[in-house]
């Protein structure tokens, strides 16, 4: 899976450098790093920071699910998050894709479940039909393409703050924080994309049934 990325990255990108809908990962921040290690050390891991694939295995070293998922929390504050973005508006030097240690990667084999395939499966399809030796002629300009690529950011980085405050929602409910009776969680609102910041509310109960003011607010967000 990963292979055919790569290799219909550098096909759209050769062909439609103007284009190409591609996927990068920038490199963390060192300074956010070292307070990672920090707080796994804490917590009792040893993290190994100095490459991508260090970095997966210190995580594939640890053996408690529950444990790493809570890392792996910790760690998107240290992580910059992969994005979409058009070829034609970015320096070819910001291409490349930490986490996978790839110049050059895209998302081509989920068309089912990601509107970015679909993008990326039409425009292989026409350099694919230009046949060779002929300019591919693709329907949408990069100002479109890059609008399609801020849209599907935005909405794989509201996916994944669900994903980390149901989590922590969950553990939460597990750990009968405040000795609530009943708790829901009433609103989770995502505050603002852009910025990497997500609130939950937790409504909760008195025991006579009356509803209170949110005992609990989990806030996740980028610096």
């Known amino acids: 899976m990963l292979l055919t990325n ?33 707080r796994a050390a804490r917590l009792g891991f040893e993290f190994d920071t100095s490459s991508a694939g260090a970095f997966q295995r210190s995580f594939d070293a640890v053996t408690d699910p529950t444990a790493r998922k809570l890392l792996q929390i910790i760690a998107y504050k240290a992580m910059h998050t992969a994005k979409y973005f058009c070829a034609g508006m ?5 291409y490349s894709h930490y986490a996978l ?19 990326v499966h039409r425009q292989l399809e026409s350099i694919i039909m230009s046949g060779a030796g002929n300019e591919p ?14 849209q599907c950011n935005m909405y794989v980085l509201m996916e994944l703050h669900f994903e980390l405050v149901s ?14 009776r009943a708790g829901t969680v009433d609103a989770s609102v995502p505050l603002c994309a852009h ?5 939950a509310l937790w409504t909760c109960y008195s025991p006579g049934g009356r ?12 610096p």
């Open 6 to 38: 790569i290799a219909v990255a550098q096909q759209i990108a050769h062909h439609i450098p103007e284009q190409a809908l591609l996927r990068r990962h920038e490199e963390p921040i060192e300074r956010r790093l070292t307070i990672f290690k920090e």
């Open 90 to 94: 970015l320096d070819i030097a910001k």
């Open 101 to 119: 240690n790839v110049p050059l990667y895209t998302h081509f084999t989920s068309p089912i479940r990601r509107y970015a395939d679909v993008i």
């Open 137 to 150: 002629k693709f329907a949408m300009d990069r100002d479109s393409v890059a609008k399609v690529a801020q």
């Open 167 to 180: 989590h922590l929602t969950y553990q939460l409910q597990q750990e009968g924080i405040g000795e609530t």
């Open 195 to 199: 910025f990497r910041s997500y609130t």
């Open 211 to 222: 509803r209170r003011r949110p005992r609990c607010c989990i806030r996740c967000a980028h």
